[in-house]
Nanobody, 123 residues
Framework: QVQLVESGGGLVQAGDSLRLSCAASGRTFSRYHMGWFRQAPGKEREFVAASSWSSGRTYYADSVKGRFTISRDTTKNTVYLQMNSLKPEDSAVYYC????????????????WGQGTQVTVSS
């Protein structure tokens, strides 16, 4: 049974940093991309960042480029999202996902999802 478990969310002030973690288990992810998405109230779930599990190649949404960094530790089967210079508009539930598709920024190609972790950034 595949499980993706996120942690690390919380309430912070604008300009602060947070690191989200996603512990993956239940299968081999070597052929997968690991992605982070977020969803704010009343909005669509949107792509934030992704990384190839095997190569570590990374992809980012324009809105987070230069502030967020995705990384993975293959020995711990864990993916991280380091979020710096947080803004109130970054507030959302953040989801970890795993997918084997070629396209990495579309939620429909991701097969497995975590339960989400809340990030709230106050101004």
């Amino acid at each position: 049974q595949v499980q993706l478990v996120e942690s690390g969310g919380g309430l912070v002030q604008a300009g602060d940093s947070l690191r989200l973690s996603c512990a993956a288990s239940g299968r081999t992810f070597s052929r997968y991309h690991m992605g982070w998405f977020r969803q704010a109230p009343g909005k669509e779930r949107e792509f934030v960042a992704a990384s190839s599990w095997s190569s570590g190649r990374t992809y980012y949404a324009d809105s987070v480029k230069g502030r967020f960094t995705i990384s993975r530790d293959t020995t711990k089967n864990t993916v991280y999202l380091q979020m710096n210079s947080l803004k109130p508009e970054d507030s959302a539930v953040y989801y970890c996902a795993a997918g084997a598709g070629i396209v990495v920024n579309t939620k429909e190609v991701y097969e497995y999802w975590g339960q989400g972790t809340q990030v709230t950034v106050s101004s």
